[in-house]
Every structure is written in C-alpha cells, then in structure tokens.
C-alpha cells in the first residue's frame, strides 16, 4: 500500500508540475502533446483505480470489525468530501477562465515588431564585433613586428589608440604575457577557457560574444600575432571590450520577450486541454490525499513497534543502515530516534573501517602495477634479508623466474650467487646508508652481463627491511667502451697516417741515391733495409685505414635487403678460396631492414675471421645459414677452427682483442657496431667438439601497406 500511494502521488507531483511549467515553455509540451495527454490518461485511471481498491479494502476491514476500521473510514469520507466539493467548485471556474484567457494572450503584429527589434540588436552586435576584430588584427600586425619586451611597452599604447578597455597577450598554452586595461579596479584580464585557447590556435582568430553578469555583454577577440622569422613562439592578443549597458539591457529584454511570447504560441493549440486535463487530475489527487491520510492516521501508533522490530532484526543479520524514525514527543518517538542514532554511529563506523581498507588495498594494487611495469629489477628483502618481493623487471634482467629464491635469504640462494653476495657485502659495508655498485655475471659462452645495483633501507615505519633496485647497462657500459676506442683509433689514425708517406719517400730516394754507389753486401744490406721499411709502413697503413673504417663508420642508410642475394655477391669473391664455403640458405628468407653496403663487410669480415681461423686445418670449411625468426631474420657462420679462447671470449667484440698472430683486432668490433646500428644482435659461441659459431639477428622490413614503401635492394645500389 506504501509503495503504492508513493507511486500515485510521484506520478501525480510530475502532472501538477508540468501544469506549471506548460505556461513557461509551451514550444515543448505543444510537439509532445500527445504523449503528455496519454500520461494525463494513464495517471488518472491509475489513481482511480487504487481509490477504488482502497474503498475496498476499507469495506473489507469494516465488515471484518477490524480495529479502527470505523475511524479509518470515517477519516477518508471527510476528507475525501473536504477536497472534492472546492476542488470541483475551483476546477469548473478555471476551465472557463484559461479557455477564455488564453485566447487574448496573441497578436500577429505584436510578433513582428518582437522579431524586427531582436535582428536589430543582433546586428548592432554583429557590428560591434566585427569592429573589435578589426582593430586586433591592426593590433596584432604591429606587435608582431616588436620584440617581447617592446609589445609589453606598446599594448597599452596600442589598447589607447584604438579605444579598447582591456588588451591582453597570451602564450599558446593561456599564460598571461603582458596585459593593459583602462580600468583601474580589475588589474588582470579575463582569462580565455582552454576551449577558447584550442579554437584559437586552430583557426588563429576567434570572437565570441559574451554575457557578464545578467544582463551585460562583453565582446572578447583572440588573434595570433605570428612574428616573422623561424623558432619564435606565436602568441595570441585578447580584446575585450564591453556592450553598451543600455543596448546590452535592450537586447536581453527583446530576446527575452520574443522567446516567451513564441513559447506561449507554440503552445497555444494544446495549452487549453492540459491545463484541464492537470486540473481534472488536482481534483482525483486531492480524493486520493484524503483517503491515503486515514490510513497514515490509523497506522501511525503502530508505526514506531513496527520500525524497531525491522531495526532489530537487521542490525542481527549484520545490516546498520539507519532505521526510519518517528519524530513525535511521546516516549516511542524518542526510542526511535535514539535507535536510529545508535545504528548511524555504527554505520559510520563501519563505513570508515570499509573505505580504509579500500585505500590500502588501492595503494597496494598501485604499487604493484608500478613495480610490474618498471623495466628496472626491484627485490625487496626483510630485515634478515630474506626475500620477500620481486618485480617482473628482474625477471626479465636475470631470465630467471626465481623459484626457490622467494623466502629464502641471500646467502642460502640455490642459484643467483653472485647477486645474492654482491647484495650481502654490501649492506654489511655500508650498513644504513644508501650504495651503489657493478657487478658482471659470466654467462657460458656468451658475454658477460653487466648489473648497476643500488640498494638503501627501508623505514623502519613501514616494517623495515630493505630495497635493491638494478638496470641491465651492458649495451650501455659497451656503447660507451665502443665510443672510446673510436676517438682512440681516431686520434691513432689522425697521429701515425701523417708521417707513413715520408717515411716511405725517403726510404725509397735512399734506395734510388745510394743504389749505383754501393756494392756487394753494403748493396744487399740497403736493399734488405728499404724493402724492411716500405713493407712495415705499408702494413702500418693498412692499420690506419681499419682505425679509420671503426672510428669514421658512416650511420646506416636502411632499406629492404635480399640478405640471401647479397650473401650470393660477397661469395663470389671467395670462389677462389682454399677454404670449402657450405650454403644452406633459406629459400622463405623475407627482406631485412639495413645498409647493403654495411652488412656485406659484416659477410665478408665474417668470412676472412672463419677463413684465417682455418689457417692451419687439413680440411678447413665454412658453412654460411639464413633462416626466418621471430620478426627476425638470423645469419649464421660457422667454421672448424680452433674456436676463441675462454679468457677473450667475453671481449671478442672490444677493439685489438685478437688471436691471430697479425691484424689489429677490429674485424669483429666493426660487426658488433654495425649490427647495434641495425638494431640487431650477434653472439658468439665456441662449437663442439671445434669451431666457432657467429650468430646475427636483424630485423625485418616493413611489408609494403604497412608502414610505408620498401625498397628492395640487393647490392646497396
């Protein structure tokens, strides 16, 4: 029944309060007045309806002797008698009234002369407007010729010669730059929005009309005052300037009137039937407010018993929500009250218990989405240093899921010793203060793997315990080892190249001088001593020229290479060979992305190392792969050599490391450089039971539609 008299009269509040907004804004009840009508039809039935079946259930009670049905009836006649006798008075008055009222509301010239006075406002304002425009493009084409201290100068100047109230320069992200205004009560401008400051940067100009206040207008411009010249920052001036009060006033009143007199005429063909149709409803609402009030009445002693029954039972299943009270002087309606008071501190209380777990939780998760997505490698141990936290980024440091490792203190760790010790000598060194350190892990055939870890305390508020944060800087330590030996081999180059040529000469005229006036041995002995000199100067030379080619390597000019076919062309150069070169080649190689010119002296360097490695085999031989990988394609050379000694092996690819007896020790140095520039990776391993195995990955080009043009080419022509 409750929720049924809510329903009728909610129902009932929107008719009655459409009845009063139909004579503000008719436009919109006229195009739905048949839905509105329908809603009247529907809302009246309804209400009907449930004073029938209320009519009812009184009868019911009444024939039934139920207590207090004779009061409850009683209640609902008078009141129902005390609403429908004025209402149906009232409401017959009304109707005649509205129906001959609204009738005189309208008059065709009225309308004409609201509609001439509203375009003439608009277009004085238009006018305005446009004059203000014209006056900051005068404005903006002499400031951009000043620089930004003069413009700070001139605007006032500028704002007073052209008559404007308030000037403004602004930076394309809204900074005040510099301002000037005639009115000595407001120093700063008003401050464009940042919709204004997007339209103004993409059109460069913007005006806009503007109220202030109720009734006052104000005119703003933005114009970009684009100084000439490259890498001077755009800036934009503001002018504002105010409407005239009495033109402002004069417009909103013609504006105001023409919007309600076109509401009223919209609405003119159905404003007649709702307001009857919401005054037949007032009348049923008003039957049906004096029936409702008997049954309040009759219930409102049992009411406060019923509430702390409800209350009880559902602070007991653990619900605090504060219970309906009854607020009444008698001793129920302060019981009520006081059990409502007790069971809103408990929901508070509760609430606050929720929320700050809520916000723990929240932080947790927050920190934990930070430390997963941080590409750094966080552990976090306890005060026994004991592990207890690692992030995804050391997972991926040390390639190890460190299983086994969580719980377990540094100096039991089955795997990671070196990590696990450098962490323990270092805390125990430093003690509570922050430290940093580099330490290298030695990976089997491979290169080492250089770790900067940085470890510090925690506070002691948050449990305690300790913090170690570490980076991968192997390509970073090998970036700029590389970039020293380049300005070494520069600077050897730059220092030995320039005295090899006289030293060459001069050996040469000694021999062409002293050639006819010698014989015998002191012959020999000069000609033994020349050819010495010229072929050591000549091999020094050809030192220079690798120190050149590793300090000069030119950036890579990428494009779409036939790895396979350029494979093809190096071979041909080695047709010759003592050595045997196998190809195993895939025929599904896709094109990869790099300077033809730049990885055929990675094959060929390749090739010579394999080939001088073999110097002094029965039976040397080459076997020369490509094949697709992941996003990648992979060049492989493998050779029967001796294989690299494990004492280089981790600095094959430093400069001057070498283990033939001649050569400078740069051939693999520069392929190391230049497959780095390619974004790609090379490792090198010794094979079983000899030999040695180059492996480089190179990435692929972009398929054609798909980030653009690719160029296939097989010879970097």
Known sequence: MKSLIVAAASFGGILLFLLASASANTALFASHYPWLLGLNAIVALSLLALISWQLHVLWQEHRAQVFGSRLKLRLMLMFGLMAVLPGVLIYAVSVQFVTKSIETWFDVRVEKALEAGLNLGRSVLDSLLEDLAAKAQIMALELAERSEAQRRVDLNRLREQHGVQSAALFSTSGELLATATGDLATLLPSQPSDEQMRLARKERRYAVIESSGEKDLTLRVLIAVMPAGLGVDTRFLQLIDAVPSALAVNADRVQTVYADYQELSLGREGLTRIYAMTLTLTVLLALFTAIALAFVLARRLSAPLSILAEGTQAVAAGDYTPRQAVYSRDELGVLTRSFKQMTS?????????????????????????????????????????????????????????????????????????????????????????????????????????????????????????????????????????????????????????????????????????????????????????????????????????????????????????????????????????????????????????????????????????????????????????????????????????????????????????????????????????????????????????????????????????????????????
């Open 345 to 717: 501190q408990l929901d508070e209380a509760r609430r606050d218990n929720e929320r700050h777990r809520s916000e723990l939780e929240a932080a947790r998760a927050y920190l934990e989405s930070i430390l997963a997505n941080l590409s750094a490698g966080v552990l976090v141990f306890d005060r026994r240093l004991v592990l207890r936290t690692v992030n995804q980024g050391a997972l991926n440091i040390l390639t190890d899921d460190f299983d086994g490792l969580l719980g377990e203190s540094t100096e039991h760790w089955p795997r990671q010793q070196v990590v696990g010790g450098a962490i323990s000598r270092a805390f125990v060194e430093h003690e509570r203060h922050e430290w940093q350190e580099e330490i290298e892990l030695d990976h089997a055939g491979g290169l080492p793997q250089i770790l900067l870890l940085r470890g510090t305390e925690l506070p002691t508020e948050s449990h305690g315990g300790y913090v170690v944060v570490f980076d991968d800087v192997t390509r970073l330590v090998a970036a700029q080892r590389s970039a020293a030996w380049g300005e070494v081999a520069r600077r050897l180059a730059h220092e030995i190249k320039n005295p090899l040529t006289p030293i060459q000469l001069s050996a040469e005229r000694l021999q062409m001088k002293l050639a006819d006036h010698l014989s015998g041995a002191d012959a020999e002995m000069l000609d033994r001593a020349t050819r010495t000199i010229i072929t050591q100067v000549q091999a020094m030379k050809r030192m220079v020229n690798d120190f050149s080619d590793y300090a000069r390597l030119p950036a890579p000019e990428l494009a779409a290479v036939d790895l396979n076919a350029l494979i093809a062309e190096v071979l041909g150069l080695y047709e010759t060979s003592r050595v045997q070169i196998k190809r195993k080649l895939s025929p599904k190689l896709p094109l990869v992305l790099g300077d033809a010119t730049q990885l055929r002296q990675i094959i060929h360097n390749l090739l010579r190392n394999a080939e001088d490695a073999q110097e002094a085999a029965a039976a040397p031989c080459i076997v020369i792969v490509t094949r697709p990988g992941e996003n990648t394609a992979e060049l492989l050379v493998k050779d029967h050599g001796p294989g690299f000694p494990p004492e280089i092996i981790a600095r094959v690819f430093e400069p001057y490391v070498t283990t033939k007896a001649r050569g400078t020790g740069l051939g693999l140095a520069i392929v190391k450089k230049i497959v780095d520039e390619h974004h790609g990776q090379i490792t090198i391993n010794n094979r079983q039971p000899v030999g040695a195995e180059v492996s480089i990955s190179l990435p692929l080009a972009p398929q054609p539609g798909f980030g653009g043009r690719s160029k296939k080419t097989p010879s970097g022509t």
